[in-house]
């Protein structure tokens, strides 16, 4: 299993799985629909996570940020922004564009692929605290007073939530190594086959699937039998009720985007893998398609968040119009413009009343 922790860094040219295409015509082929996927799609997602981002962090702070759910929100929103940026744009966008980004030398693998990790999995850890201020906020409203306008409790917490995550993943500095022809960043040669499976099983598993996947679904739950004993005393067009909603969903988008993106993953290195170089095409173009269809929705992750938060709560629609209206002039003229056209026709039906 050589490319065990090397899931992120399939070559363009197929002659990395270990065998050669029987055509140079299935090269160009296999070659540009990966180049398509690595130089394109994938960086344009995460450039459209950028922008969506972008105006996430601006309405909410258009919002203002009076309570530590806001507070969490907007952390999340900018966690998202560092991690797609550092996922989509510089590991997969520019080590494409840039072919010899890792050759500069093997510390800009090993530092690459430690924030490619750690980012990843602290905004994902920074959602599971999002969820359990919102958990305590449903299950134990009074104490949750204490905590609510308490602004540096989710600093405090997220920021430790982003340490520990980058100690957590800073193996990555010694599993990770430039390949002997220095075109990918994958498992050292220093590493045994069983440590890079350990240590695969112990990032992807166990901090990007199973710890924050598991708490998030059992902390979804308990908010939601929460929320339906205290329906008839929640105000549903208030924003705490509208803060929950979209927690909901983006929780439950994670969860989604996170099987998309590793039940692939796991086809490929634990079922496809041990296949490769048995003479059999067809598992090695597999085996990098998956490879590529794992970013996909790893990529969309983190980018879509503000189109859940513009769906999902009428409220924060309303604030993001408000936003633009007031800081876009095409907008701002427009409805100039409206309200003028209706203050002549108010004043044009006045008189014709009057008769």
Known sequence: ???????????????????????????????????????????????????????????????????????????????DIISGFVDSILTVGVKYWIRDLYTISELSCKILKWLNYSTTFSTQFVLVLFTFDRLLAVTYPLKYRLLKHNLKYPIMTSASAWLLLHILTSGNLYVFDLSVDGRSCGQSDDISQLGGVIYFHYTATLLYCAIPASLLFIFNIVILVQMKKNAKNVNKEGRESAITKILLIVSFAYLIFTALSIIPLYIAL?????????????????????????????????????????????????????????????????????????????????????K
């Open 1 to 79: 299993m050589e490319k065990i922790l090397n899931v992120s860094d399939d070559e363009v040219d197929l002659s990395s799985t270990g065998e050669s295409p029987s055509s140079s015509d299935e090269v160009e082929l296999w070659s540009g629909l990966f180049g398509v996927v690595n130089g394109g799609v994938i960086p344009l997602i995460g450039l459209c996570g950028f922008v969506l981002n972008g105006l996430g962090v601006a309405t909410l702070l258009h919002m203002g940020i009076n309570s530590s759910s806001m507070a969490y929100m907007l952390i999340l929103s900018i966690g």
């Open 270 to 354: 634990f079922y496809l893998e041990p296949k490769l170089g048995n003479n059999e095409e067809w598992v090695d173009h597999l085996y990098s398609a998956l490879l590529q269809l794992n970013e996909l929705p790893a990529t969309a992750n983190v980018s879509f968040n503000f189109v859940f938060y513009i769906l999902g709560s009428r409220i924060f629609r309303k604030e993001f119009l408000s936003m633009l209206r007031q800081y876009c002039c095409c907008i701002r003229g427009q409805e100039t413009v409206k309200n003028k056209t209706c203050n002549i026709d108010s004043a044009t039906a006045a008189p014709t009343q009057q």
